[in-house]
């Protein structure tokens, strides 16, 4: 190897030092995720990285555990990226102009969800819970609720969150 790398930070400041510690990494320990979020029965959904609590601008991370053989209605996200980590129980989705698609995912599975994309969530099994990991890419809640038929129909109990809405919810 050739030429050399300075190690020295000749421009380190205590400035630097005090914000990097303020506002750098942040560990959010599992029991300290925020509850003050909109729910319905049915969901129990927390928040882990948002504006509010960490300054985060392009994120929101959260969790949320779903009742037995609860369903969204049919509806997309907008212009927000979606990933779902399964962590315990059973998701179905169901996309497509007609929510004609169909995939399942267990624990440990990855769900991602393109912008704009008409889609369904569902707690596939009827007497587990679903424990779910959501990460969004923004802070804001966008949900589009769209007018189509959907193959499985939410009668159960409604999959409501700040981003699915109850179909019947005027904004």
């Not at 300290?32 to 300054?55: C, E, H, W, Y």
């Amino acid at each position: 190897m050739t030429g050399t790398h300075d190690h020295t930070h000749s421009h380190h400041s205590h400035d630097h030092d005090e914000r990097w510690k303020h506002d750098g990494v942040r560990v959010i320990p599992g029991n300290q995720l925020d509850p003050n979020v909109p729910s319905t029965a049915g969901m129990d959904r927390k928040a882990a990285i948002n504006f509010a609590r960490v300054g985060a601008q392009k994120l929101w991370a959260g969790t949320v555990t779903i009742r037995p053989d609860a369903k969204t209605g049919a509806h997309h996200h907008g212009h927000l990226e979606s990933i779902i980590y399964v962590v315990k129980g059973k998701a179905r989705m169901r996309w497509g102009e007609n929510l004609q698609f169909t995939a399942e995912a267990g624990p440990g599975d990855f769900i991602f969800v393109p912008p704009y994309v008409p889609h369904q969530e569902i707690n596939a099994s009827r007497d587990e819970v679903l424990e779910c990991v959501l990460v969004r890419s923004d802070g804001e809640a966008v949900a589009i609720n769209l007018d189509i038929e959907p193959v499985e129909k939410p009668e159960t109990v409604l999959w409501v969150d700040p981003v699915h809405r109850d179909p019947a919810e005027k904004k």
